[in-house]
Each structure stands twice: as structure tokens, then as C-alpha cells.
């Protein structure tokens, strides 16, 4: 009975004192980069699940205690940076999926490839772009509560008990929302130039949609994917912000089912 291999950490350094950490399994398969948007404790089920591939987490430099230069600063620098990663890695036909804001470096990635590294692109409720009456809110504003109630369908069931919070929880979840605040200094308003700029973007992509998202809406995600030149637009039923959260095995479903419809190199053996 073979057994799925273990992720192993590693850190890759870059010029400028910028160092990138990544959670990194190899199990043949296609290369797939999965990018978090609030922590990278948000995409784990995805990792967890895609367990026929060769699978990197990075986390974004500034989250979880990782350092971040100061110059390090932008969507734009996260993006070249994982560009980077792969070209070192030599890593082609690499499925990018991202999530939140983990979708708009993944949107600004397939803009910047040069060098067509990337074949393939699944956004998860992402953020980034500018829809005229569908607003992102800013999240640094709103209770946890609140953000609950926003974030998933059942609400209820992801209501944390306020007496069992740690402090130091509550100190990484304010590193980590700061954190996500300079690389958008616009909080979460987007760039109001990504959005034109996607039909450039002309490998195939896969934008999946949790229904009861109230941080960024179905309708925001259907304009999302309207702005690609090759895009299919999935919801997912009883799912909201995450669906990887809610509904895993709908997500991990359709993941599988688009990277294979999406190779362009043929399988080893």
C-alpha cells in the first residue's frame, strides 16, 4: 500500500533580502502553485486534497511570522516573486490555483508570464478587480463576527467562542490582516486596471464561486470570469468566501476535473 508523501518546508532566497517560504510535496503530476489569501491555514484543504501532483504553498512574505523586506510592497512584487520561484524550481505547465486575494496574484502571475510557465488558472472567490455596485468590504473594519457572517454560508458553525481566543492568536490575526493591507493599499478596492487588462489572458481558466459570498458576491464573480477570454464560471451551492472550507470535495472535484482537461505536457511512464 503506497502511501502520499509528506509536504516539507523550504525557503528559497531571492536578491534584496527577500526570502520565500514554501510548503512543497512532490508526488508526480502536474506542478500546481496554491496561493492564500488571509493565511495559508485557508488553502490547506486544498493542498491536503490534490495529492497527485507536485504541490507548492507558498506562504506570502509578512504572513505567519515570515519576514518581508520593506520594499517588498505590492501584488505585483508577490507575483514576479512566484514567477521567479517557478523558472528556479523549473517547473512548466504549472496549474496556478489562488484564493482571495491569493486569486488576484494569481490573475496578475498569468499577466506577467512571460515565458508561458504557467497552462492553467482556478480562481476561488477572488478578489482584485473593480465591479460597479458590488463592493469588497474593507475586513480590517469588521467584527470577527461580522466577517463571519459575511464569509460562509452556515455561519454558525465557524462562530468562534470569544473566552477561547488566545491573545496571541488575536496578535497574528492583526499581523496578518496589516500584512494584507500593504500589499493593497487600496484594502481590498481592488485595481481598477486588472479587470481590462484579464482578456489578455488567454490560457484556460476555471473561476469557482461559494453562492452565499458576501465579501465578494456571485455577481462579482461572474463578471470576474466575464473578463477572461477563455473562462468557465462554476458556482458552488451551500458554500460562501471559502468554499474549500464548506464544500471541499465540490471544490476539489472541480479542480481535478481542470487541471486534467488542462495539461499540455503528456504524463510520465
Known amino acids: 500500500m503506497s502511501t502520499v508523501p509528506s509536504f516539507t518546508t ?3 532566497s531571492f536578491t534584496d533580502g527577500l526570502i520565500v517560504r514554501f510548503d512543497e510535496r512532490e508526488n508526480g503530476g ?20 490534490l495529492d497527485k501532483a507536485h504541490t507548492l504553498v507558498p506562504t506570502h512574505p509578512g504572513f505567519a511570522g515570515e519576514p518581508r ?21 523549473n517547473l512548466r505547465d504549472v496549474l496556478v490555483i489562488g484564493s482571495s486575494v491569493g486569486g488576484w ?9 512571460t515565458t508561458q510557465l504557467i497552462s492553467g488558472l482556478v480562481l476561488v472567490n477572488g478578489v482584485g478587480i473593480q465591479v460597479d455596485g458590488h463592493p469588497v468590504p474593507d475586513v480590517s473594519t469588521l467584527a470577527p463576527e461580522k466577517l463571519t457572517a459575511l464569509s460562509f454560508h452556515n ?7 470569544p473566552s477561547t481566543i488566545t ?16 500589499y493593497d493599499s487600496e484594502r481590498l478596492g481592488g485595481d481598477p486596471k486588472l479587470q481590462r487588462r484579464l482578456r489578455h489572458v488567454n490560457i484556460p481558466v476555471l473561476v469557482a ?10 455577481e462579482y464573480g461572474r463578471v470576474y470570469a466575464q ?15 471559502l468554499p474549500q472550507i464548506e464544500q471541499p470535495e465540490r471544490l476539489l472535484n472541480l479542480v481535478r476535473q481542470f487541471s486534467m482537461s488542462t495539461r499540455t505536457m503528456p504524463t510520465a511512464g
Not at 496574484?105 to 508570464?113: G, K, N
Not at 455561519?155 to 467562542?161: E, S, V
Not at 464561486?209 to 456571485?218: K, N, P, R, Y
Open 10 to 12: 523550504q525557503r528559497e
Open 30 to 49: 502536474r506542478p500546481i502553485l496554491i496561493l492564500h489569501g488571509g493565511g495559508p491555514q485557508t488553502v490547506a484543504s486544498i493542498a491536503a486534497g
Open 69 to 89: 523586506p520593506e520594499w517588498f510592497n505590492s501584488i505585483d512584487d508577490l507575483a514576479f516573486a512566484y514567477l521567479e520561484l517557478l523558472e528556479r524550481l
Open 105 to 113: 496574484i494569481a490573475s496578475t502571475m498569468a499577466l506577467r508570464d
Open 155 to 161: 455561519p454558525a458553525a465557524f462562530r468562534a467562542d
Open 167 to 182: 491573545p496571541e492568536q488575536i496578535a497574528a490575526r492583526k499581523a496578518n490582516t496589516e500584512t494584507l493591507y500593504v
Open 209 to 218: 464561486w461559494g453562492e452565499s459570498d458576501h465579501v465578494a458576491d456571485l
Open 227 to 241: 473578463s477572461f477570454s477563455n473562462a468557465r464560471f462554476e458556482p458552488i451551492p451551500e458554500a460562501g468566501h
